[in-house]
C-alpha cells in the first residue's frame, strides 16, 4: 500500500479546501471501501480526507421558505424517521414535488433485519 497523508477535517469548509488543494486526494466518509480500494492498489491518493465525524453533514432540514427537502451526506436511512413497537404504517406529510426513495428495518432485543427493497415514490 502506497504511503498518503491523513486529515480528520474539523468542518466542511477545511474539507473542501483540504481537496481543492490536492487534486489527488480522496474523500472518507464512512465504511471500509476506502481500505479495500487501497489494499488492492485501485487509488493511490497522496492525502485521504476524512469527513466521517462532521455532525452537520448528519442533518434533515426542510427549507422554512421553499420547503426544499435537504439531507446530509452522512445521513442514513435509519436516521429519517423511527416508528413505534407494533407500528405498520408511516406517513411521511408534507413532501414536495419530486422523487422519494423508502426503506424499511424491523429491529429488537436480538437485533436489526436486513433492509427491505427500496421502494420508489414519485410526489407530483
Known sequence: MQRFAYLQSQTPAAAAAALAENANALLKAGGVDVLDLLKERIVSPTLIVDISQL??????????????????TLTTFAQIATVGANKTTYTDGGNAQGTYYYRVRAYNGAGDSTYSNTVVVQVQ
Request: avoid cysteine.
Open 55 to 72: 455532525p452537520e453533514l448528519r442533518t434533515v432540514t426542510v427549507d422554512a421558505e421553499d420547503g426544499t427537502l435537504r439531507i446530509g
